[in-house]
């Protein structure tokens, strides 16, 4: 089973951050010494249960969700696929680093739309090439370059539109805003705008398969069990994150661009940045 993307330290880190505290402002509201809070956050230290719970308290987030993540016990459950029928996860690495891209197709007109790009133009060829699918869209949850990385090559050979957010201005992309619905055969794309970790950061929520729940395309807003880093606003992600995600069915399948594959209702449960 895949790791979660963060763990105590990062999330601690984020929220601190995020919050524009230091160090010694949450070590005194956690009863803890600043070297305690700089050793959280650099991973040295997973300080014992109150100790982990103040620390939540003191960054607003839900304590027993960060617990659960300090004692490394907290995974989604593995995502069966098969359900959908024409959801794919597309796993490649930016410099070492995992990254998610996502094939999403309608079953009966066979049109797909990308989300991201990943790094790995073969494995999109393939998957293509096997499910006899049309490539109509490239839709890009945000541009930083670990998600855009062969947008380039994937568009020359297979012309399809880029969809993007016109705060994050790709070359010659279809700008879309919130509330925009896509259509992809039978399927629909509502877009939300869940901007915090980038300027013009979108959420996709695709809907209408047969007898599964819809899934969502988050890019780095929500991660299994944390949040991508506030590098825009801290606030507005948050705000987005309880309210234009968790919002969605709880069996709303979450699809993050880093770590595993979770759902919206696990979520609610188990991620530290939930209301
Ligand atoms: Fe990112």
Redesign the pocket.
């Known amino acids: 089973m895949r790791s979660l993307e963060d763990g105590l330290c990062d999330i601690v880190g984020k929220a601190r951050r995020g919050l524009n505290l230091t160090e010694a402002a949450v070590a005194d509201a956690a009863g803890l010494s600043s070297r305690q809070v700089a050793d959280v956050e650099s991973g040295r230290l997973v300080p014992d249960e109150a100790a982990v719970l103040r620390l939540a308290c003191a960054l607003g987030l839900r304590g027993e969700a960060l617990a659960a993540i300090a004692r490394d016990e907290y995974r989604p459950a593995p995502v069966n696929l098969e359900l959908w029928g024409s959801v794919h996860v597309l796993e490649s690495s930016y410099s070492g680093y995992p990254v998610n891209a996502y094939l999403v197709w309608d079953r009966q007109t066979r049109r797909a739309m990308l989300f991201d790009t990943g790094t790995d133009a073969n494995a999109i060829r393939q998957l293509i090439r096997e499910q006899d699918l049309a490539l109509e869209a490239m839709a890009l949850t ?1 541009t ?1 370059r ?2 855009i990385a062969i947008l380039d090559p994937i568009r020359s050979e297979f012309k399809p539109r880029v969809i993007a957010s016109r705060k994050e201005p790709a070359p010659g992309a279809h700008f879309v805003a919130d509330g925009e619905q896509i259509a992809l055969g039978s399927l629909s794309v509502e877009v939300r705008e869940t901007d915090g ?2 300027p013009g950061g979108l959420t996709f929520v695709v809907t209408g398969f047969e007898g599964a729940p819809p899934v969502a395309a988050v ?2 807003a929500l991660f299994a069990g944390s949040a ?1 880093g506030a590098r825009v606003s801290y606030e507005r992600l948050i705000e987005n994150i309880r309210s234009r995600i968790l919002t969605l069915p709880d069996t709303a399948l979450i699809l993050p ?1 880093h770590g595993p594959m979770t759902t919206v209702g696990q979520e609610r449960q188990n991620n530290p940045f939930a209301g």
Request: glycine residues 30%; hydrophobic residues 0%.
């Open positions: 945000h930083h670990d998600h970790h980038s890019g780095d991508g661009g």
